[in-house]
């Protein structure tokens, strides 16, 4: 069983639709869970972070910590095609060195 | 946020030869980290790279195979040694310790690497 498992997708949604990407995990131990965006050819860039349970907002986008269902979720509202990417999630003990998800190719179609 | 170069940024290369990466910071970081994202795959670490010591590398992967050098807090370089296809993938710099809570990670753009 992986550390964390994310399902790859393809999600093909319209524009305007409320995007919801998952994660689970196998490992309580983890503190701290990111969300990066990577374009294609393109480096992970680091979009949502947020430390134990509970919820981060910033702008159309909302990361939930569900630390007691080792779960958690990136909503994306008002979905753009520019938001097109695939999303990984990501998380540490807090030692800085992350684990991944395998990373969900999204689509928004005009 | 770090700002993050990659040297190069593609190559293609023949099997057996090797090819070292360059990581330069724009601000002096604690930590770099070494990620492969094999095609279609998640990020896995590689190593991480502490200036003054020789890096720390995960399970599945060699110092023989990926040497590694941090001279200072700025730069660091991965080699990847005696290359065969199986090793063409995108390799990752990323740095952490300068978000607020000193866990944030950054990346570059990645070096898109083909072993023919």
């Known amino acids: 069983q992986k550390e964390v498992e994310q399902d790859p997708g393809p999600l093909s949604v319209p524009e305007g639709a409320i995007v919801s990407l998952n994660c689970t995990y196998s490992?309580?131990?983890?503190?701290?869970f990111m969300w990066y965006r990577q374009y294609s050819r393109k480096g992970p860039e680091l979009l949502m972070y947020?430390?134990?349970?509970g919820n981060k907002e910033d702008g159309r986008f909302t990361a939930q910590v569900d630390k007691s269902s080792k779960y958690i979720s990136l909503f994306i509202r008002d979905s753009q095609p520019s938001d097109s990417a695939t999303y990984l999630c990501?998380?540490?003990?807090?030692?800085?060195?992350?684990?991944f998800g395998q990373g969900t190719r999204l689509t928004i179609n005009p | 946020s770090a700002v993050i170069s990659q040297k190069p940024s593609r190559d293609i290369c023949q099997r057996g030869t090797s090819l070292t990466i360059q990581c330069q910071v724009d601000?002096?970081?604690?930590?770099m980290f070494w990620y492969r994202q094999q095609p279609g795959q998640s990020l896995t670490l590689i190593a991480t790279?502490?200036?003054?010591?020789?890096?720390?590398?995960e399970s599945g992967f060699v110092i023989d195979k990926f040497p590694i050098s941090r001279p200072n807090l700025t730069f660091s370089t991965l080699t990847v040694s005696n290359m065969s296809p199986e090793d063409s993938s995108i390799y990752l710099c990323?740095?952490?310790?300068?978000?607020?809570?000193?866990?944030?990670?950054?990346f570059g753009q990645g070096t898109r690497l083909t072993v023919v």
């Open positions: 990323s740095v952490s310790g300068t978000g607020l809570l000193n866990t944030e990670a950054f």
């Open positions: 490992n309580s131990a983890f503190q701290y």
């Open positions: 947020t430390y134990s349970s």
């Open positions: 990501a998380m540490s003990f807090g030692a800085q060195k992350l684990v």
């Open positions: 601000s002096q970081v604690t930590m």
């Open positions: 790279a502490n200036q003054g010591s020789e890096a720390t590398y």
